[in-house]
């Protein structure tokens, strides 16, 4: 069972970054689609950025220019680069794997990022 864990939240004020990683414990990391999604308080999670296996890369419009999706699969890790960060991007940040036609899908558990007005 492949696990996804993930680090780099915290607190941080407006206008800081941070940089979140999530890595995977199996090396099936390196054909696998990657995503960041997030959970703001009392909302729905959403979709921020995903990179594919070919390192393309998808941003949502509400996070782009602030926001990097990046892989490195040597080391079996996604990393989403938060810059400019603002108090509408507190919520719990979670990366999720896809393995297309292996019917793979593992989410990580999560990591919470507070931005501070």
């Known amino acids: 069972q492949v696990q996804l864990v993930e680090s780099g939240g915290g607190l941080v004020q407006a206008g800081g970054s941070l940089r979140l990683s999530c890595t995977a414990s199996?090396?099936?990391?390196?054909?696998?689609?990657m995503s960041w999604y997030r959970q703001p308080p009392g909302k729905q999670r959403e979709l921020v950025a995903s990179?594919?296996?070919?390192?393309?890369?998808n941003v949502v419009d509400s996070v782009k220019g602030r926001f990097t999706i990046s892989r490195d699969n040597a080391k079996n890790t996604v990393y989403l680069q938060m810059n400019s960060l603002k108090p509408e991007d507190t919520a719990v940040y979670y990366c999720?794997?896809?393995?297309?036609?292996?019917?793979?899908?593992?989410w990580g558990q999560g990591t919470l990022v507070t931005v501070s007005s």
């Open positions: 999720k794997m896809i393995v297309i036609g292996r019917g793979l899908e593992v």
């Open positions: 199996e090396s099936i990391f390196s054909i696998s689609t």
């Open positions: 990179i594919t296996r070919g390192s393309s890369t």
